[in-house]
């Protein structure tokens, strides 16, 4: 692939992307910064958990989202009874053939909502691990592919309200990305008041599944200069020996980080990552994945604290490479 292909396949990638911000901005008010890391984990592959008290458009934001990419899109209310074969499907008995069938869980979709995913027990919650990490669901012994492209966008409260469980360490590893998500601004909640005075607006469909593995397989080959990789490895290691961290950040969260600083290079239009990009991701691919020490834990921006701390001690070293 030449330079000039990529520069234009680039440039055509970020006016999709456009197109497909402008029409959920439509929808969701709110900063455009969370749009842009939703799309992020998009190009990436991966999955996000956004954490938000009740009434902040969580879900709003997540049934925009998935009505513009055009793909297939299922809910999953979670709830304290809700079962492992609830999500994944199970076969059933068809009395008249006397044979077994699958009925297919909605794990089986493109998009897959997973609202107030902390109002499920830990046995339930981890029925997706494997759907996430592997993009694979095994009913009975059997292992199903589940369609391409395959994303979770799982939203929880982040205090501990009454009938919620926390999300085990494994799970959260499982997301690319953690999108907080606060009160509106008064000017944005006086505009969702005027959006949705008559009737609510409707996301429409602007792009297609074809679409979409094609932006993921571009993504995929942004380039990376070796000191990138190892500033990212800089990054992670450094949360791995902070005094106030108990569990630093997997080589799991380096991948990602690379990931999500490919993504946001192509949604800045350009063909190559920049130590800006990784920083620009560092909060919200990293912090959610660090286990604090227990007198830390009570402190709610402790764990961005900590990358915050990464970013500004951690240096990027460009090598001086021989003519």
């Known amino acids: 692939m030449t330079q000039a292909v990529a520069i234009e396949e680039i440039a055509a990638a970020k006016e999709r992307l456009d197109a497909l911000r402008r029409e959920i901005t439509r929808v969701y008010i709110g900063p455009s910064r969370t749009v842009d890391l939703m799309l992020t984990a998009l190009l990436a592959q991966g999955h996000v958990l956004l954490e938000g008290v009740p009434g902040v458009a969580k879900t709003t934001l997540v049934k925009a989202y998935a009505s513009a990419l055009g793909a297939s899109v299922r809910r999953i209310q979670?709830?304290?009874?809700?079962?492992?074969?609830?999500?994944?499907?199970?076969?059933?008995?068809?009395?008249?053939?006397?044979?077994?069938?699958?009925?297919?869980?909605?794990?089986?979709?493109?998009?897959?909502?997973?609202?107030?995913?902390?109002r499920a027990p830990a046995k339930t919650q981890s029925a997706l691990l494997e759907a996430m990490q592997e993009r694979q669901v095994t009913i009975e012994g059997d292992r199903f592919e589940l369609p391409a492209p395959f994303m979770v966008l799982a939203t929880q409260n982040p205090i501990d309200l009454e009938g919620t469980y926390p999300l085990p360490e494994a799970q959260i590893d499982r997301f690319l990305v953690r999108v907080a998500i606060g009160y509106p601004s008064a000017k944005d909640e006086v505009a969702m008041l005027r959006a949705h005075n008559a009737e609510p607006p409707r996301a429409r469909s602007v792009l297609s599944v074809d679409e979409l593995l094609s932006l993921q397989s571009m993504a995929r080959r942004i380039h990376v200069e070796d000191d990138l990789y190892e500033y990212?490895?800089?990054?992670?290691?450094?949360?791995?020996?902070?005094?106030?961290?108990?569990?630093?950040?997997?080589p799991r969260a380096t991948l990602g980080l690379v990931q999500a600083a490919k993504s946001a290079a192509v949604i800045a239009g350009r063909p190559f990552v920049t130590p800006d990009d990784v920083r620009g991701v560092a909060t919200s691919v990293l912090s959610h994945r660090l286990v604090l020490v227990p007198e830390a834990e009570g402190d709610t921006r402790a764990r961005d604290a900590v990358i915050e701390d990464a970013v500004q001690r951690v240096a990027y070293r460009r090598a001086v490479r021989p003519v």
């Open 78 to 118: 979670f709830t304290p009874d809700l079962l492992p074969a609830d999500i994944t499907g199970t076969y059933v008995l068809s009395p008249k053939e006397g044979t077994f069938s699958l009925r297919p869980g909605p794990i089986f979709a493109n998009v897959v909502l997973a609202d107030e995913i902390n």
């Open 232 to 250: 990212c490895v800089g990054l992670t290691t450094f949360t791995r020996t902070h005094a106030r961290v108990l569990l630093g950040a997997s």
